[in-house]
Antibody
Framework: QVQLVQSGSELKKPGASVKVSCKAS????????MNWVRQAPGQGLEWMGW????????TYAQGFTGRFVFSLDTSVSTAYLQISSLKAEDTAVYYC????????WGQGTLVTVSS | QPVLTQPPSASASLGASVTLTCTLS???????VDWYQQRPGKGPRFVMR????????SKGDGIPDRFSVLGSGLNRYLTIKNIQEEDESDYHC?????????????FGGGTKLTVL
């Protein structure tokens, strides 16, 4: 069964960093790109970018450069999203999703930034 | 890149049918659109992709036959027949633009479907 399982919720203080993981199973991890999508509370979906799971080359959408880093550990079929210098406006649910079709999705990781 | 426009809300009675619309901005009439369902408190799931010729590829896992799509001009439609309570969800559309390092995925604002 193809699935993506993400790490659990995080509560962080402003200025801290967070690393979200997304573990794939049921398919060959390097066969499909991995995307990251943000959903702020009560808002729609916002595509953050993608990472080529063969080369590790990331592509970031506008607004997600600088503090956001996509990475991989192909030995454990896992993609990571790291956000540094967290701000209150980073509070959101972060999803990973496989392939350009965004199928399947992880269950989401809630990152809350609050002092 | 295209802009996708969705009505913020829609409603339909149990057992009825409803058609949700995603409209591409001018000049993008050949673009395919992906539909995603997001049930309350859950993550999105892929429903199906639609172009001007109808469905592209296969439906997402577990998507019932009651769900179908059409494409015409700048509009991409998702129709749900015999609506059930579990269909009450936010429905998002998305489209791909560009390739490689220029690839972008854009989303519409989403439509909240209420089952009456």
């Amino acid at each position: 069964q193809v699935q993506l399982v993400q790490s659990g919720s995080e509560l962080k203080k402003p200025g801290a960093s967070v690393k979200v993981s997304c573990k794939a199973s049921g398919y060959t991890f390097t066969s499909y790109a991995m995307n990251w999508v943000r959903q702020a509370p009560g808002q729609g979906l916002e595509w953050m970018g993608w990472i080529n799971t063969n080369t590790g080359n990331p592509t970031y959408a506008q607004g997600f450069t600088g503090r956001f880093v996509f990475s991989l550990d192909t030995s454990v079929s896992t993609a990571y999203l790291q956000i540094s210098s967290l701000k209150a406006e980073d509070t959101a649910v972060y999803y990973c999703a496989s392939s350009s079709w965004l199928n399947p999705w992880g269950q989401g990781t809630l990152v809350t930034v609050s002092s | 890149q295209p802009v996708l426009t969705q009505p913020p809300s829609a409603s339909a009675s149990l057992g009825a049918s409803v058609t949700l619309t995603c409209t591409l901005s001018s000049g993008y009439s050949n673009y395919k659109v992906d539909w995603y369902q997001q049930r309350p408190g859950k993550g999105p799931r892929f429903v199906m992709r639609v172009g001007t010729g109808g469905i592209v590829g296969s439906k997402g896992d577990g998507i019932p036959d009651r769900f179908s799509v059409l494409g015409s001009g700048l509009n991409r439609y998702l129709t749900i027949k015999n609506i059930q309570e579990e269909d009450e969800s936010d429905y998002h559309c998305g489209a791909d633009h560009g390739s490689g390092s220029n690839f972008v995925k854009v989303f519409g604002g989403g439509t909240k479907l209420t089952v009456l």
